[in-house]
């Protein structure tokens, strides 16, 4: 087991004994959730955003689990006095509130794929978390974790209950409230070698999204162009566990719930209902279509962008968060080539038009936690510091000061947006923004 740096003082100093360490063991607070977060918070826990004044936290989990981009990850740190530690698993937006909630999330599919048609979990519902036991270095169920709580403490998620597959109204969780906004964009595929279709797709509208999510559809509408009708606009994405999923479906105002038709290159179920991709970024073969499923992680998502799509006869367009829209946009895999941004609605993506308002593909970050969950409890205080602490972190680093734009010059622009910036507001999840008054 891996210690905390009080913990190994103590030894020194010959103050506690390794037969005590077992019951020195600092408290464990389970996070899930959308992973829009998980570079700020790698540096804000860090730097002295998050955990007590003067006592910046520490990455405790051992490699690969400690860099900004880990999937499970361990943060420690003091809160109020106390060193606790933070084991995360960033299972998506979706799959997060779902574990707070204690709510496994399932998927039909019926895609020709094998292991690709039937019923099965949506992959991390529920989540699988480090373990202190094994010095942070392996993962296993709550269920299988001495002392683990029956579900997750805590869960970032990109949307609020009002709109999620967990509805409140079932699961009322605790909400630590909106910590700021999450921007995302459109993106087109690569294509080594464009044909006219794919150089014409150069805006996206909420109606054309709307549409496309129902299945492919002629490049013409998209362009303008009758001359291509012979090439189709296709959408990817993210699957059920997903926040960006989410955001997209209500800003194209298709409905969270609806069927999707998607479609994917060089897919694969090499385990029964978790649909991966290969790494052919050269030769990807034929656009698969997925139906309804998508990726699990936001990574594997944004690399589908990336597969040349060459003389496919489509044009594959993708909704993305900042963070993967920019890897997207700037791939370092062997062969990979990079996506395109798109505006939407006109506009491109830019932390200013968000603020103002000419940009409306956005979503408020929310924490939420166990139904009942009281603020005193070491899990509502670490709620409590998360989201005060990336308040104060991303107002007091420059977020939502970003110049330029996503485009057409790329300009990087920040993954959160403080919501004391916004000029606008709006009622819910959904919905076009308003003026503050």
């Known amino acids: 087991m891996k210690l905390s740096k009080f913990t190994s003082a103590l030894l020194g100093l010959g103050l506690l004994s390794v037969a005590g360490v ?16 998980r570079s700020t918070l790698f540096t804000a826990v860090q730097s002295g955003g998050i955990f007590d004044a003067g006592h910046p936290g520490s990455v405790v989990s051992p490699s690969p689990n400690n860099t900004a981009t880990s999937t499970y990850i361990v943060y420690e740190g003091q809160i109020n006095g106390t060193v606790v530690d933070i084991s995360i698993f960033w299972t998506g937006a979706e799959a997060g509130v779902a574990d707070v909630a204690g709510n496994l999330l399932t998927q039909t599919l019926t895609s020709s794929l ?7 979990p949506v992959p991390g519902s529920p989540g699988t978390y480090l373990t202190q036991a094994s010095g942070w270095t392996t993962t296993a169920p709550l269920s299988s974790i001495p002392g683990a709580p029956s579900t997750a403490d805590l869960a970032l998620d990109d949307t609020s209950q009002a709109v999620s597959l967990t509805p409140k109204s079932l699961y009322n969780l605790k909400d630590y409230g909106a910590i700021a906004v999450v921007p995302f964009g459109f993106l087109k595929g690569y294509e080594k070698t464009p044909d006219q279709a794919w150089l014409d797709v150069n805006n996206v509208t909420t109606a054309q999204i709307n549409e496309v999510y129902s299945g492919p559809v002629p490049a013409n509408y998209f362009t303008g ?30 409905g969270v719930t609806t069927t999707v038709d998607q479609w994917a290159y060089n897919v694969n179920y090499n385990t029964p209902g978790v649909l991966a991709a290969g790494t052919s970024y050269a030769s990807p073969g034929a656009l698969t279509e997925i139906g309804n499923d998508g990726f699990n992680t936001s990574g594997g998502a944004a690399a589908q962008l990336n597969f040349d799509g060459t003389g496919s006869g489509y044009v594959l367009i993708e909704p993305l968060a900042v963070p993967d829209a920019a890897s997207a946009h700037a791939p370092t895999a062997t062969g990979a080539g990079p996506a395109t941004y798109l505006p939407y609605n006109g506009v491109y993506e830019s932390d200013s038009a ?19 969950q009281s603020s005193s409890s070491t899990a509502g205080q670490v709620g409590l510091a998360l989201s005060n602490g990336i308040k104060s972190y991303i107002l007091a680093n420059g977020f939502g000061t970003a110049t330029g734009a996503v485009g057409p010059t790329y300009t990087a622009q920040s993954a959160l947006i ?6 606008v507001t709006r009622s819910g999840d959904a919905g076009f923004p308003a003026p503050k008054n």
């Open 225 to 254: 162009v009758l001359a291509d009708q012979s090439d189709q606009v296709a959408i990817t994405g993210r699957n059920l566990s997903s926040g960006t999923r989410v955001n997209a479906l209500l800003t194209s105002q298709y």
């Open 354 to 372: 968000v603020e103002n308002g000419s940009y409306t593909f956005w979503g408020y970050e929310h924490i939420f936690g166990t139904v009942g």
């Open 418 to 423: 403080p919501l004391s910036l916004l000029q």
């Open 22 to 37: 077992a019951q020195a063991a600092n408290p464990v607070v389970y996070l899930a959730g959308a992973s829009a977060l």
């Open 114 to 120: 094998p292991g690709g048609s039937g019923t099965f």
